[in-house]
Nanobody, 115 residues
């Protein structure tokens, strides 16, 4: 059973950047589509981005052009490069399969963007 652990969150000013990592206990190669999700205070968890084994990516309109999802199957790791961060990006970020989550949720990593 593959377990996922997110890291890389932190506090940044608007316009700044962060790079999130999602490390799997097993091979992510068996997961055809990896995805990132986020949940802001008082809101439902929402889809952010996903990427297939072959590198085809899909993004939510709210992050398109600012975020980049990638994966390194050899390192069993998925990444989310976040640029031009906005206060509305503040949330706990999670990784899972995508574009619909099917696995157990990991602990997530907090991203806070100050204005």
């Amino acid at each position: 059973q593959v377990q996922l652990v997110e890291s890389g969150g932190g506090l940044v000013q608007a316009g700044g950047s962060l790079r999130l990592s999602c490390v799997a206990s097993g091979s992510i190669f068996i997961i055809n589509v990896m995805g990132w999700y986020r949940q802001a205070p008082g809101k439902q968890r929402e889809f952010v981005a996903s990427i297939t084994r072959g590198g085809n990516a899909i993004y939510a309109d709210s992050v398109k052009g600012r975020f980049t999802i990638s994966r390194d199957n050899a390192k069993n790791t998925a990444y989310l490069q976040m640029n031009s961060l906005k206060p509305e990006d503040t949330a706990v970020y999670y990784c899972n399969s995508g574009p619909r989550a099917t696995m157990a949720w990991g602990p997530g990593t907090q991203v806070t963007v100050s204005s």
